[in-house]
């Protein structure tokens, strides 16, 4: 299995708090990778090292060939129309495909409107299309659906993953709405409060993990519990692998939703792979 992007004990130190830290992932190549955690749970942190556009404080990250990368604010030139914009990019990279950049006339934006009038979707759209024109082995995007209706962030979607089923390309993605990468996203990256989570195939991690529901007499005795909730006589518990045996626990394979919120509530809990030879 090669890895699109690799890092160990990434950390990243600013001013005198560690915002990322201890930080070891791996994101096999051909995955979209979803990447999520609440505000200032050091996503940009991570992304920017990834591209470079950071120096880790300790640790290192790698990638595989060439990374292309679009920043949270979808930093374009306003007063270039979309024409110019592409041919911009065209002349400024070696590997320009015109046939991704062309995708943007069947998105039905019109070339000759400048970047700086076009809607929040429309210009994802260029942002992103002008990424995936570059032909990148791994495509990082940092939240590329904020502030984008239903539609657009569907749209926006569809664009990467018209590309990834096209070649071997690697993504990965930060967002705060889970529901937008249930359909895309085959990896999950949990950060929280600069610690890393989970790391892993999401099938996988649904598969190992289930939702219990009981009453709070029942035992949870011998369950690995990630997180728990209470409402009255009930409990509600995220647990991983083997379920506890008391037989009044309802148990049932979770959303990718409650996967995330499980870690979230619980920051100490983790779903990582395990260095060969430790045990659980
Ligand atoms: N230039 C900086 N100087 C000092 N601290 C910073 C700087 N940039 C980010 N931080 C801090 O690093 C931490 C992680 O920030 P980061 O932007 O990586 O989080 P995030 O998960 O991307 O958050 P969000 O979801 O809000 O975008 C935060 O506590 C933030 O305040």
């Not at 190549?29 to 955690?37: D, E, I, Q, T």
């Not at 942190?45 to 990638?63: C, D, F, K, S, W």
Request: net charge neutral; with cysteine; glycine share 10%.
């Amino acid at each position: 299995m090669r890895a699109a992007l690799e890092a160990t004990g990434l950390g990243v130190r600013r001013r005198r708090t560690w915002v990322l830290r201890e930080c070891s992932l791996s994101v096999p190549a051909g995955r979209v990778a979803a990447l999520v955690g609440p505000n200032g749970a050091g996503k940009t942190t991570l992304m920017h090292t990834a591209v470079g556009l950071l120096r880790p404080t300790e640790g290192n990250v790698r990638v595989a060939g060439e990374v292309a990368f679009v920043a949270q604010d979808k930093p374009l030139y306003d007063t270039f129309t979309v024409a110019e914009t592409l041919t911009f990019g065209r002349r400024t990279n070696t590997r320009w495909d015109d046939a991704v950049a062309d995708r943007l006339t069947g998105l039905g934006i019109p070339p000759r409107r400048k970047v700086g009038t076009l809607s929040g979707g429309q210009r994802a759209q260029v942002a992103v299309t002008l990424a995936l024109a570059r032909r990148p082995d791994l495509l990082v995007l940092d939240e590329p659906l904020a502030n984008l209706d239903p539609l657009a962030r569907h749209d926006v979607m569809r664009s990467i993953m018209a590309e990834t089923a096209d070649r071997e390309l690697t993504v990965l993605l930060s967002s705060h709405v889970v529901s937008d990468l249930e359909e895309t996203c085959d990896w999950l990256v949990v950060l929280n409060g600069g610690r890393l989570q989970v790391s892993g195939d999401i099938e996988e991690l649904l598969d190992d993990h289930l939702v219990l529901t009981g009453p709070v007499e029942a035992s949870a005795a011998g369950a690995r519990v990630v997180g728990e909730s209470r409402t009255g006589r009930q409990v509600s518990m995220l647990v991983r692998g083997t379920p506890p045996q008391d037989p009044r626990w309802r148990a049932r394979r979770p959303g990718l939703e409650e996967l995330v919120m499980g870690y979230l509530r619980s920051p100490e809990a983790a779903a990582l792979p395990r260095p060969a030879g430790v045990g659980a």
